[in-house]
């Protein structure tokens, strides 16, 4: 791919896409159902075992399919070998040849194709220049770093002019603060080439900062897709609003509703008459800086539901501040509780043992949280 050219984006499709590794198992994907906008990125996120890295390699073409189809713009790749179907695989290894250099890294499909050394080596030049590697074209792998050995690694998927680059965890071996500055430039080279990536995180804050969307998956299907605004601002189900984090759930009356932990209200118990709101005492105190994280322990409800959190700003505990112990009234607004659903469970999965029969109504939630 030369520096001023890239191919037009690709959609993908999944239909009903299963995998299934031995009969009488339960499949590692499960009829999940996906389309992927052209020149979007897409993450696929949740938690080890979710399906999220199966579905990665189906559409690479490195796993076989038990049934369903994916299409790359409306074309069916599904029993396409990985070279035929117009993708490219960046590994979290990045699974760089050792003995080669940069340059020979980046060209190394285009000489198992066949092209002229002069001609590869151009193309791979223009690739390391645009991830800005050129000045270090004749470097081997292990005199790079590991955000070096990631652009070359970027570089030499690009090659091949996928219609979609797709990524596997490629930031999970990097340390936090080169983690943070290269999902900044995999977003601008994402931008720049107008490509469709789909990369696989287990990571909330990785997927909220890279993805336009999505995919929140729990054993083998698709519990949401929508925009990080969306999925953290309205959880689908209970398993969405605790995998994402920052969100307390409880059970009133028939349903379950998730409220952000930085939009819970809380007082002192001070023992007075006519205090209202959920009793409950302080257990821990984190600082985070520019937060303080309480945890907290609810009095009179089922153990697994009775661990919360609230989210105060530094100033706000500062001129309130809790000590562990501490009793404390909970409560929130109606706004901003978010009903869910019963979540992507099979038949035979007893979920979590709260029945979801149907919403509680708004004025019943109202009533619990004053």
């Known amino acids: 791919m030369d520096a001023v050219t890239a191919p037009p984006p690709a959609a993908v499709e999944i239909v009903a896409l ?29 938690p080890s075992g979710c399906g999220k890295s199966t579905t990665l390699r189906m559409v690479a073409g490195h796993e076989s399919v038990s049934s369903g189809d994916i299409l790359l713009d409306n074309r069916n790749i599904t029993n396409l070998p990985a070279a035929a179907r117009g993708t490219a695989m960046m590994f979290q290894s990045f699974a760089l040849f050792p003995h080669l250099s940069a340059l020979d890294n ?23 220049e645009r991830v800005a590697m050129g000045h270090l074209a004749e470097r081997k792998p292990a005199e790079l770093s590991g955000g070096q050995q990631q652009r ?53 804050e990785e997927a909220m900062a ?58 002192p118990a001070t023992g007075a008459a006519g205090e209202t709101g959920m009793p409950a005492h302080v257990t821990d105190i984190e600082y985070q800086g520019t937060y303080v994280l309480l945890g907290l322990h609810i009095t009179g409800v089922r153990p697994e539901r009775s661990s919360v959190s609230v ?13 562990v112990g501490a009793g404390v009234h909970l409560s929130w607004s109606e706004a901003d509780a978010r009903l869910l659903g019963p979540g992507a469970t099979r038949p035979d999965d007893p979920g979590n043992g709260w029945p979801v029969s149907r919403p509680a109504p708004m004025a019943a939630l109202a009533a619990m949280a004053a």
């Open 152 to 204: 070359v690694a970027l570089a030499r998927a690009l090659i091949t002019e996928p219609r979609v680059l797709l990524l596997d965890e490629p930031l999970s071996a990097l340390d936090p603060f080169l983690r943070i500055q290269m999902r900044a430039e995999l977003r601008r080279w994402q931008k720049e080439l107008g490509l469709t990536f789909i990369h696989v995180t287990h990571s909330q």
């Open 311 to 323: 989210l105060l700003s530094e100033k706000a505990f500062a001129q309130h501040p809790y000590e």
């Open 18 to 46: 299963t995998k299934r590794y031995a009969a009488g198992t339960p499949p590692a994907v499960d009829q999940i159902d996906l389309r992927i906008a052209s020149g979007s990125y897409c993450c696929l996120l949740g």
């Open 106 to 128: 980046v060209a190394f499909s285009l000489k198992m194709k066949g092209v002229a050394k002069a001609e590869r080596h151009r193309r791979a030049r223009n690739l390391l």
């Open 210 to 267: 890279l993805a336009d969307t999505m995919v929140v998956m729990n054993h083998g299907l698709i519990e949401q897709v929508g925009s990080p605004h969306q999925v953290y601002n309205h959880p689908a189900s209970e398993f969405v609003a605790r995998f994402m984090g920052g969100h307390n759930v409880f059970a009133l009356n028939d349903g379950l509703v998730a409220v952000r932990n930085d939009h819970m209200r809380i007082t």
